[in-house]
């Protein structure tokens, strides 16, 4: 045999030797997973193991500031297996260790927790809880400083981690955030935008096995996590922070002064359909105003809106029929009978008699309202109704929140249209919808006539990178001709400047709006309470915000729309028109003789506000110049500036900022954040420049 043959025979054997082993391997291997799966599967469970999921990390919603509207934080259940350590390490350790316990967590005394530890490893028990609350990183590390547990695996240590949803601002925006449930057959259920972007928010859980301990506890095998999670996504909201605390005080204000059921507000920038603040608060168990139900998109919300749904009625007039505002109606003595036992009536008692077609917007006249659409659509009520269809007001939005009703408009082939049914619907009954159904058609006549879908969500990220954006979608391109938007402009301006809400009206910019005020049925009769609302829109001659206010069933004398949720719309009105001047014309109305005192700020809000009020101001060496956090005083006529480096893995210097910069920069960190007091930040209990864990509770002091 020649060497060439030697080689090739050798070959083919190996060849043939590894091509058995790797039959035998794949026969073992279906062997045990096919044949004798169930056998192993058994002992497996006999041996209480078994693979779990392991929760990813949820994702962060944040304003549109980048502040934490909700957050997830790192938890631990601290356990022991107290049959692990040896004899002398265990019994060296035990009492500096129920003595340390009983110190840092306070739960029982040293003398039980020594005993329960040494009757758990004469029972053998595998499985036994230290501290029964979960604790926090900080905590965490602190315990693994004490003896035995200092041993880790050796000492028989057990850490699972769990995680806390955390709203850092508390009740503002809660029932926009919202929340999820998941009950034992995980299923999950929720409210707010943590269901509406749930898939988004939820991530993809992990794998790891577990041992089941005595008492039902499972343990983790190995590091506990073989097949690691994947955090959820980030969602990105509107909200602006400030205005939403404007928001919520002034409707809360209200509330309480009015002793009512429910209220709430959305506000929402023109052009952009950006939602900026949206608070819904009702009254709980206690009997305190707080966000537990969504009124201002949900079904819970829906009404009969009154008056402002003449904002609908006059735009299909006006579009529909030859009506000039100098024409006039007459509207008697403040009653008027379209049939037996149908009597429309005004609020001014004796009636406003012959009013111009301009008045009867302005004064919210019912009977004008319904004579007028009475006059033009008696014959072809189908139209009046293509009317409101074209104006969406017929149709949900499809707003970014689950939970968004459909309008409940009747049609004249329904069986419960009557005779009646027209004119009573063209001053907002026989018919539902919520508030931000109202404030869509209000925007779009604000905004040149484009209806477009309101959206509260602008982008999706998994940390700075943007995965997914929203952007405005029109609904309606034009929902009535360039004169009719004029005329119903007029009109709302009307209201504010010399009708129902002469009350909101100010000399600093023009409001245009609409009051409503409507009889609530319950069990199919009218009764004394009222859905008391205003909705409009500001500046009226260039608008940047458009804004509806509902206050439900108000208690005190003053029930009227223009006495109850008007003012709220001037509040609101007030603070955001003064932000908006900020960044346009803030120099030409306010003057300003001496800087106030600044302490700590963000580099760019200090260069715009110095710049825009005529202020001296140095900033640190151009070496520095990419430090956005400085540390301020003044001095004379100026105000000098130096660095607040901020570096994320050390505790920054929060000392003198605002609670809210504070929280920003705190939060984005990952620390946990409690307070004490209120107005800037005088002390902090974690020391500056220290390494950061994610989870750590830090402490502020504010004064």
């Known amino acids: 045999m020649s060497i060439r043959q030697s080689i090739l025979v050798r070959v083919r054997i190996a060849f043939l030797c590894m091509a058995a082993i790797s039959l035998a391997v794949v026969a073992k291997i279906l062997y045990i997973q096919v044949l004798t799966g169930d056998k192993w599967r058994k002992k497996a469970q006999a041996n209480g193991l078994a693979f779990k999921s392991v929760t990813a990390m949820r994702g962060n919603i944040t304003a549109e500031d980048g502040s934490l509207l909700a957050t997830s934080t790192i938890f631990f259940q601290l356990a022991i297996d107290p049959t692990v350590a040896e004899d002398e390490v265990f019994n060296k350790g035990i009492d500096s260790l129920s003595m340390l316990l009983a110190k840092h967590f306070k739960e029982k005394q040293a003398k039980e927790i020594k005993t329960e530890l040494l009757l758990a490893r004469q029972e053998k028990k595998r499985y036994k809880i230290l501290v029964n609350e979960p604790i926090t990183f900080q905590q965490r590390n602190i315990a693994l400083t004490f003896p035995i547990l200092r041993e880790k695996r050796k000492g028989g240590l057990i850490l699972e981690k769990t995680q806390q949803r955390l709203r850092p601002f508390g009740d503002l925006a809660k029932r926009t955030v919202g929340f999820i449930q998941e009950d034992t057959g995980g299923v999950v259920r929720g409210r707010g935008l943590e269901i509406s972007f749930h898939d988004q928010l939820a991530g993809t859980n992990g794998q790891a096995l577990f041992q089941r301990m005595a008492g039902g506890a499972w343990k983790p095998v190995g590091d506990g996590e073989q097949i690691r999670p994947e955090d959820g996504l980030d969602v990105v909201t509107t909200i602006d922070i400030h205005l939403q605390e404007i928001v919520d005080k002034a409707l809360r204000k209200a509330l309480i002064q009015h002793n009512a059921d429910n209220g709430s507000v959305i506000l929402m920038e023109v052009q952009t359909g950006e939602i900026k603040a949206m608070a819904n608060l009702g009254k709980d168990e206690n009997g305190e105003y707080s966000e537990i139900n969504n009124f201002a998109t949900g079904e819970i919300g829906m009404a009969e809106p009154g008056s402002t749904f003449k904002l609908a009625t006059f735009t299909a007039l006006l579009e529909e029929a030859d009506v000039s505002l100098e024409d006039t109606v007459q509207t008697g003595n403040g009653t008027y009978k379209f049939a037996e036992n149908a009597v429309m009536t005004d609020v001014k008692e004796g009636g406003y008699g012959k009013i111009s077609v301009k008045e009867v917007f302005e004064r919210s006249s019912n009977i004008g309202t319904s004579k007028m659409v009475f006059k033009y659509f008696r014959d072809k009520p189908q139209k009046y109704y293509e009317y409101l269809e074209k104006f969406h007001l017929t149709q949900p939005l499809n707003f970014q929140m689950a939970g968004e009703p459909t309008p409940f408009i009747k ?50 990220k998994k940390g700075n990178k943007t995965v997914q954006e929203f952007y405005t979608k029109t609904l309606v391109p034009q929902i009535a001709s360039e004169k009719t938007l004029r005329t119903m402009r007029t009109l709302m301006e009307g209201v504010v400047e010399k009708g129902t809400a002469t009350n909101i009206r100010t000399k600093e910019y023009k409001i245009a709006g609409k009051t409503g005020t409507a009889e609530k049925v319950e069990k199919g009769v009218y009764t004394e309470k009222h859905y008391s609302s205003f909705v409009g829109y500001f500046p009226s001659d260039n608008p940047k915000y458009s804004c509806i206010v509902v206050i439900d069933n108000p208690k005190t ?126 002390h902090q209990s974690l020391r500056i420049g220290t390494k950061v864990h994610r989870g750590d509770r830090i402490v502020l002091t504010l004064y």
């Open 557 to 682: 004398s003053s029930q009227y729309g223009a006495l109850v949720a008007a003012p709220v719309f001037r509040e609101v009105a007030d603070f955001a028109y003064k932000s908006y001047l900020m960044n346009n014309e803030f120099k030409k109305t306010v003057t300003i003789n001496k800087p106030a005192l600044i302490r700590a700020a963000y580099k760019p809000d200090i260069q715009l506000i110095s710049n825009e009020l005529g202020f001296q101001y140095e900033l640190p060496k151009s070496s520095d110049e990419n430090t956005d956090w400085l540390l301020g005083r003044v001095r004379g006529d100026s105000l000098l500036f130096a660095n607040n480096k901020m570096l994320n893995a050390l505790v920054p210097n929060v000392t003198g900022m605002s609670l809210r910069d504070a929280l920003y920069v705190l939060e984005n960190r990952g620390l946990q954040v409690v307070f004490h007091g209120k107005g800037k930040v005088k």
């Open 411 to 460: 049609k004249p082939s329904d069986k419960t249209w009557s005779n009646t049914t027209l004119p009573w619907m063209s001053v907002g009954y026989e018919l539902k919808v919520a508030p931000i159904h109202t404030l869509a058609f209000c925007n779009a006549l604000a905004n040149n006539g484009k209806l477009i879908q309101p959206i509260i969500v602008k982008a999706v």
